[in-house]
């Protein structure tokens, strides 16, 4: 299984995007480190130690939903947003 981060784009710059579980959507990239306090406005995470590993898709860590996806039908809201949506 893939232990890629495949939650979050790591540029070679050392710039971090959250990329969304639903659309892979990149936000913005950010100087690290990636939180509750430093993430985009609008995205939602839930968190997880970033070594869990998410079976389904072997992605590891806390997984990112974008502001489009956050407001579709059906779509679970996840834990924590920065801001408001
Ligand atoms: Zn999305």
């Not at 990112?64 to 996840?78: F, L």
Request: hydrophobic letters at 35%.
């Amino acid at each position: 299984m893939s232990t890629a981060p495949l939650n979050v784009k790591i540029y070679a710059s050392g710039r971090i995007s959250m990329v969304c579980q639903y659309c892979g959507r990149k936000s913005r990239p950010i100087e690290g480190p990636l939180d509750i306090t430093t993430m985009s406005l609008g995205w939602w995470v839930t968190p997880y130690p970033a070594e869990f590993v998410h079976d389904f898709d072997g992605s590891t860590g806390a997984r990112y939903t974008c502001p489009a996806c956050a407001r579709k039908p059906g779509v679970k809201r996840p834990l924590l947003t920065r801001g408001l949506d």
